[in-house]
T-cell receptor, first 114, second 112 residues
Framework: DAGVTQSPTHLIKTRGQHVTLRCSPISGHKSVSWYQQVLGQGPQFIFQYYEKEERGRGNFPDRFSARQFPNYSSELNVNALLLGDSALYLC?????WGAGQPQHFGDGTRLSIL | GESVGLHLPTLSVQEGDNSIINCAYSNSASDYFIWYKQESGKGPQFIIDIRSNMDKRQGQRVTVLLNKTVKHLSLQIAATQPGDSAVYFCAENIAPWEDMRFGAGTRLTVKP
């Protein structure tokens, strides 16, 4: 069975631009979470979606937004890109909503801002 | 702020030896923990999880120990292999929130 898939794998943008990252969860998983991982650090939580509704938000500016589609795939959007947005963006899925659910990660999108 | 952290940033072991990776957490309300393995260029890979009503859980070649008294979590890898070389993260979850909170990670290097 396919795991969590993310696209694109790599992306280069310039400051001020907009970016959209995509994620397909494991088949049957209805919850999707987004994380930002800066080099040398652990992932930081950005958003969680379940049944197309935002269920959690981390400490990120309003330039970051996301949505989940009826097929449970998800998009992460970042506006007005800054150099500090350069990171690995990870998507994770879990089978249900609620604390104590194991999250399974994709291999991420490496975003570089010039 | 409260966060998950790790005692040792790097760990080097000989192939075949057992490895122990430690993690300290500061939030006594944390009730679910996961160990992840992350290889270069890949996303975190689920290894094993444990809930706060347990103090030990075993998987294939791995054991997680939870000591709630001192808020300490450890991952034991038996007969460490070169393929175990990676960065290991512990992550905690606090009900009712669903997000996992990660520490900075420990880099495990296995010497042949």
């Amino acid at each position: 069975d396919a795991g969590v898939t993310q696209s694109p794998t790599h992306l280069i943008k310039t400051r001020g631009q907009h970016v959209t990252l995509r994620c397909s969860p494991i088949s049957g998983h209805k919850s999707v979470s987004w994380y930002q991982q800066v080099l040398g650090q652990g992932p930081q939580f950005i958003f969680q979606y379940y049944e197309k509704e935002e269920r959690g938000r981390g400490n990120f500016p309003d330039r970051f937004s996301a949505r989940q589609f009826p097929n449970y795939s998800s998009e992460l959007n970042v506006n007005a890109l800054l150099l500090g947005d350069s990171a690995l963006y990870l998507c994770a899925s879990s089978s249900a909503w609620g604390a104590g659910q194991p999250q399974h990660f994709g291999d991420g999108t490496r975003l570089s801002i010039l | 702020g409260e966060s998950v952290g790790l005692h040792l940033p790097t760990l080097s072991v000989q192939e075949g030896d057992n490895s122990i990776i430690n993690c300290a957490y500061s939030n006594s309300a944390s009730d679910y923990f996961i160990w992840y393995k992350q290889e270069s260029g890949k996303g975190p890979q689920f290894i094993i999880d444990i809930r706060s009503n347990m103090d030990k859980r075993q998987g294939q070649r791995v054991t997680v120990l939870l000591n709630k008294t001192v808020k300490h979590l450890s991952l034991q890898i038996a007969a460490t292999q070169p393929g175990d070389s990676a960065v290991y993260f512990c992550a905690e979850n606090i009900a009712p929130w669903e997000d996992m909170r990660f520490g900075a990670g420990t880099r495990l290097t296995v010497k042949p």
